[in-house]
């Protein structure tokens, strides 16, 4: 049903689409996130260009999911062997982000990581709810400018 892949440069526009339509969702619902940090704004579509060598997608016909996979991340300073997954969005209505986020685990546990990690806002108790159902834990907190963040991660199961 869905590829897990690399994203080709072409369709980093698509990819983009997906995070201001994930905005406008979240100001439809009335919801505090990326919309009232300026998400775009801090990471424009030159930035995700920039990032193309790192940035995974999963398709059916077109994007529906995707996130910056990372090997090391300077909100976590401990230096352990994890994946972290930035900018991570899906499609309004796909259902497509527990997908993803498992394909991702596979590559981690493929890359031989003992943790897959990520962070949310602390104000967020649906999308925590979805992070706790589908394994991590609460590991810590970070902070960048006005997000409050909560850290988050999965050890994963190597077999």
């Known amino acids: 049903m869905y590829t897990f892949r ?7 526009p698509e990819f983009f689409a997906l995070i201001t339509k994930r905005m406008a969702w979240l100001d439809k619902k009335h919801l505090k996130g990326w919309n009232i940090y300026h998400y775009d704004e801090i990471f424009p579509l ?4 920039a990032m193309a060598s790192s940035l995974y997608v999963l398709v ?10 990372l090997e090391s ?10 994946l972290y997954v930035h900018n991570f969005v899906s499609e309004v ?28 806002d602390i104000h967020n108790e ?7 159902d589908l394994g991590f834990e609460d590991y810590g ?6 997000y409050q963040g909560v850290l988050r991660q999965k050890k994963l199961i190597h077999h």
Do not use: M, P, T
């Not at 991340?73 to 994890?82: H, I, K, L, T």
């Not at 497509?96 to 394909?103: A, D, Q």
């Open 73 to 82: 991340d300077q909100r976590w300073n401990d230096y352990c062997s994890a």
């Open 141 to 146: 907190f970070c902070w960048e400018g006005d």
């Open 93 to 120: 209505g796909s259902r497509s982000g527990r997908s993803f986020l498992r394909y991702v685990e596979a590559y981690a546990v493929s890359k031989g990581k003992k943790y897959l990690r990520l962070d949310s």
């Open 6 to 12: 690399l994203i080709e440069k072409q369709e980093i």
């Open 46 to 49: 030159s930035y995700f260009q």
């Open 126 to 132: 649906d999308l925590a709810s979805y992070y706790h």
């Open 60 to 69: 059916s016909d077109h994007v529906v999911c995707g996130a910056v996979l």
